[in-house]
């Protein structure tokens, strides 16, 4: 009977934010450059969640109730220094301030760009960086025997990491580029359960799901590292085209010690896209393009379930000693985009550019293909 079905979950997570962001650049002489700044990022949260209580005691406990305005501020400012026509290097500082859990960061950054030959370059760049965490995590409410709740993870502070990027850059002719890039990132003060497990909130966000884990503390590290290769042709002859692959790999240590795949530790990733365009008519005011975009790559990691403790638990729960232990089949996609649009002549007199039929407004066809491998 539909009546007696019973609705286990029911939440409301509706979270806005408002961004007020300004600068002031000024160009000292044609070798120094200042910039400097501040982002400001107000959010909004309405949340409310719960779930059915297996025990029968109550119908529904509650998870997060919250309602209230928390800031992100963000001043930075940054100089950029060129001694030669060829080199370039730059140095900041960006502060982060979160109202909510009142942390604090300071992250310095530099990077250097020297092109040593005609149509080559060299780049290196290292950065600290910090990010607040999923929000509902903050408001998340842990139960005691008597009925009463404490916010544990309400003071959780940033996650932090190091990154270090090397790239070339080789011009192989007027409209193409070659371009490498290696990466290293190192993450620390990762959010882990006091407990030990295997739980880490760097997997937050792979899917819709929301994971409610228990007691967090900023122990947890991790890192990324890798290898991007990038061949584009700019648009020129009335196409363009661009590749991109990587290899990569992504790891993280939990509170128990041991290291695991992260969920997005794919190891590959490979892109493949362009447009044509054809035009005619006169003064080629008819426009039809054809474009495309393939991208192929490595399966994400998930974590076997535990049936028997879903079912108690009345949500899923995965085997904590396989984590990350399984892998999808590699993800395989195709995209085609058909276009045309009309380039329709100003009126005598009429300033600026001619007036242009956005193709999405005029005529867009395609279709999408969808292939697990």
Same mark, same amino acid.
């Not at 310095?108 to 760049?125: H, N, T, V």
């Given at each position: ?7 286990k ?55 997060i109730?919250?309602?209230?305005v ?35 960061a ?22 600290m ?6 929000t ?23 996650t ?19 371009k ?6 190192k ?16 997997n ?8 409610? &884990? ?5 122990e ?6 890798g290898l ?74 998930y ?23 399984k ?21 005598k ?8 039929? &956005? ?15």
């Amino acid at each position: 009977m539909i009546d007696s079905i019973v609705d286990k979950i029911n939440y409301r997570f509706i979270q806005n934010k408002d961004s007020f962001n300004f600068f002031i650049n000024h160009k000292a002489n044609a070798r120094h450059t200042l910039k400097t700044g501040m982002y400001t990022d107000a959010y909004h949260f309405n949340f409310t969640d719960s779930i059915y209580n297996q025990d029968g005691n109550n119908r529904f406990k509650t998870r997060i109730d919250h309602q209230g305005v928390d800031v992100l501020l963000q001043p930075f400012a940054q100089w950029q220094f060129k001694p030669l026509a060829t080199l370039s290097l730059t140095a900041g500082l960006r502060g982060q301030y979160f109202t909510l859990s009142n942390s604090f960061a300071i992250e310095p950054r530099a990077g250097i760009d020297w092109q040593f030959a005609e149509k080559q370059s060299l780049s290196f760049g290292f950065g600290m960086h910090s990010q607040i965490q999923p929000t509902y995590i903050y408001f998340q409410r842990q139960y005691g025997a008597n009925g009463s709740y404490r916010l544990p993870n309400e003071d959780l502070g940033f996650t932090r990491s190091n990154h270090y990027v090397l790239g070339y850059d080789l011009s192989l002719g007027r409209n193409l580029r070659l371009k490498a890039e290696t990466y290293f990132q190192k993450l620390y003060d990762l959010p882990v359960e006091k407990e030990p497990s295997s739980y880490s909130i760097i997997n937050e966000g792979n899917t819709f799901a929301r994971f409610f &884990p228990d007691e967090l503390v900023n122990e947890g590290t991790g890192r990324n590292y890798g290898l991007e290769l990038t061949l584009e042709k700019f648009f020129s002859n009335s196409f363009f085209y661009m590749f991109t692959g990587s290899l990569y790999d992504a790891t993280y240590v939990a509170s128990n010690g041991k290291r695991y795949n992260s969920d997005f530790n794919g190891n590959y990733m490979l892109n493949l896209l362009g447009t044509k365009e054809f035009k005619w008519g006169e003064k080629n005011k008819h426009t039809f393009g054809v474009g495309g975009k393939v991208t192929w790559g490595g399966g994400q990691r998930y974590t076997p379930v535990d049936t028997a403790a879903s079912e108690a638990a009345g949500e899923v729960v995965g085997i904590d000693s396989l984590r990350n232990s399984k892998q999808f089949k590699d993800y395989f996609r195709a995209d085609i985009k058909l276009n045309y649009a009309i380039c329709r002549r100003q009126p005598k007199g009429a300033q600026g550019e001619p007036a242009r039929l &956005p193709a999405d407004l005029l005529l867009q066809g395609g279709f999408l293909m969808l292939v697990s491998l």
